[in-house]
């Protein structure tokens, strides 16, 4: 009886033991399925985190790259844009009439026409260093009234030319050359009878010299040289006159030269143009400032017609003790005949 007591007890146990390690191991399977759901979800999540992250860099640097490209294409542009040719060249003819007819009119008056022809052509090379400035200025003159005949009204021609190697954003080292003269004989009429007091070639001035450029632009420059050569030529009837010595044909100066240039518009269709020129010889009274200055105003009627406005001044005391003033003005016919 108490084998089969022992027996029963035995067999108690061993079946909650079984019952227990059945429910441990429902248990460990539980757990371990819930630790595996949730190890794969930390990481999904995880994977899911690092791809949002990934995929921002990514668009991030895409977006910066983006930016770089956009930035060389504009860049690129913009130096394309601004690349200037290697030659501009701009030639102009100006013709400029004026004409009085009086008949029967009892305030008096003489009947007289005046005709002036200009020529302006300006050639400039540019590249990423060096400038190269040309611009040649020339016109003529006459006039005609029924008792004075023919006069001359205007002679000139002048070169300017300016070669310049860039050092710093908008400063170079430069070297300038400048000839002025005029193209037949002119008289001073105030003498009876008229005195000759020039000629072709007679006299001409040649400047040339290194020097230091500010230059803005093409409309915008000054050029100072300090050590410029200056030589005044004139034939042998105008020897002592000009500054020339008694006796001699030519006469060599050094001293200060500074010139601007400077264009701008003043309205839509006004133009206003100035070139300066400054000069003081260190050797012959370096006091006197030769001066020589003039002003175009141009108001554009249409492509063709303009009314031209021309003040001129000069001061040089061994061509004069007077400052010398010139003035034109008129309707004017004008016409392009080389542009690049």
């Known amino acids: 009886m108490e084998k ?19 429910f441990m191991k429902k248990l460990f399977i539980i757990f371990f399925l819930f630790s595996a759901s949730c190890f794969s979800q930390i ?26 490209l956009d930035s060389i294409l504009k860049n690129e542009q ?14 102009r003819v100006n013709f400029i009439f004026n004409q009085t007819s009086f008949s029967n009119w009892l305030a008096g008056g003489e009947n007289n026409v005046a005709g002036n022809i200009g020529v302006n052509y300006d050639f400039n090379y540019r590249n990423k260093k ?13 006039t005609h009234a029924n008792k004075q005949g023919f006069r001359k009204t205007d002679d000139r021609f002048e070169y300017n030319s300016i070669l310049a190697l860039e050092s710093i954003e908008e400063w170079y080292i430069s070297f300038f050359s400048n000839f002025i003269s005029q193209f037949s004989r002119g008289f001073d009429y105030s003498k009876d009878p008229r005195l000759e007091v020039s000629s072709i070639l007679s006299p001409a001035y040649f400047s040339f ?54 264009k701008f518009k003043l309205m839509d269709n006004v133009t206003v143009e100035n070139i300066i020129a400054l000069y003081s010889d260190y050797i012959d009274n370096p006091q006197n400032i030769d001066i020589n200055h003039q002003a175009n105003f141009e108001v554009d009627v249409n492509k063709y017609l303009s009314v031209n406005l021309t003040l001129h ?28």
């Open 43 to 68: 990481k999904k999540d995880s994977i899911r985190r690092l791809d949002s992250i990934k995929k921002v860099e990514l668009k991030n640097n895409i977006s910066s790259l983006q930016l770089k």
């Open 209 to 262: 010299g290194p020097g230091i450029l500010w230059r803005k632009n093409e409309n915008l420059r000054v050029n100072i040289a300090p050590a410029t050569s200056r030589f005044i030529f004139v034939s042998k009837p105008f020897s002592g006159m000009y500054g020339v010595p008694e006796g001699k044909r030519s006469n060599y100066g050094i001293g200060l030269n500074m010139s601007a240039f400077l």
């Open 130 to 142: 060096w400038k190269w400035d040309n611009k040649i200025i020339s016109s003529f003159g006459i």
């Open 313 to 340: 001044l000069k001061s040089d005391t061994n061509a004069s003790s007077k400052i010398q003033f010139r003035q034109l003005f008129g309707l004017g016919v004008n016409y392009t005949f080389h542009k690049i």
């Open 4 to 22: 089969l007591v022992l027996l029963f007890q035995y067999q108690k146990e061993k079946n909650n033991f079984t019952l227990l390690d059945r």
């Open 78 to 91: 913009k130096e394309k844009k601004e690349a200037p040719e290697e030659w501009t060249v701009n030639g």
